[in-house]
């Protein structure tokens, strides 16, 4: 059985993390990558060699959310904080990314600004119930993420071949990201009317 996007938390009868813990400094790292990114690819842009460095730096920080997702759970660090910064990380890194393929003419200004609604309306939804539940990220949520960190580098990456591919996993992954954010508001929807 999928899982609800909008799952609350369950009470432990166990003591809670530190929030002080690996999983939730490489999810800060993780943000911390996104102006350095930024950085190098309007210092670098598309055609030379040189525009790789921030596609490296793309694929090193997105490629980290498995990664703080797995330590948290082998070594029971699961954290409230944890749940919240992840997808923050992960909106802030694709966000600059779509901001970037516009910049560049690569991915046309509204589809940008429908992902950057869809990815700050859940992120500030997610802020605003935090005292009553966290949302954790929905299998939906994950698969949006995976396309996105797939699409994003292949576009920035100098690399004139795949355009074919290249189109359908960014129409795949833009459509994808509106999806679940309907899935959000409708999970929503239900469970209050359900109160």
Do not use: C
């Amino acid at each position: 059985m999928s899982q609800s996007p909008l799952s609350e938390q369950t009470g432990s009868s166990g003591p809670h993390p530190s929030p002080y813990n690996l999983p939730n400094a490489i999810t800060v790292a993780r943000i911390l990558l996104v102006p350095l990114f930024i950085w190098l690819e309007l210092r670098f842009p598309l055609g030379g060699l040189s525009a790789w460095w921030g596609v490296l730096v793309f694929v090193l920080a997105i490629s980290t959310d498995g990664v703080d997702g797995a330590v948290a759970r082998r070594r029971g660090l699961v954290t409230n904080l944890g749940k919240i910064l992840d997808p923050i990380a992960d909106k802030a890194l694709t966000g600059a990314g779509f901001l970037l393929l516009s910049w560049f003419g690569m991915v046309p200004w509204w589809v940008t600004a429908l992902v950057l609604v869809r990815e700050i309306g859940i992120t500030v939804y997610r802020l605003i119930v935090v005292r009553k539940r966290v949302i954790a990220a929905s299998s939906g949520g994950k698969i949006k993420t995976t396309l996105q960190a797939v699409v994003i580098p292949l576009l920035l990456a100098p690399l004139d071949v795949f355009w074919q591919l290249k189109a359908v996993l960014l129409w795949a992954a833009v459509l994808v990201t509106l999806y679940t954010g309907l899935q959000y508001v409708w999970a929503e929807v239900k469970l209050n009317r359900g109160r």
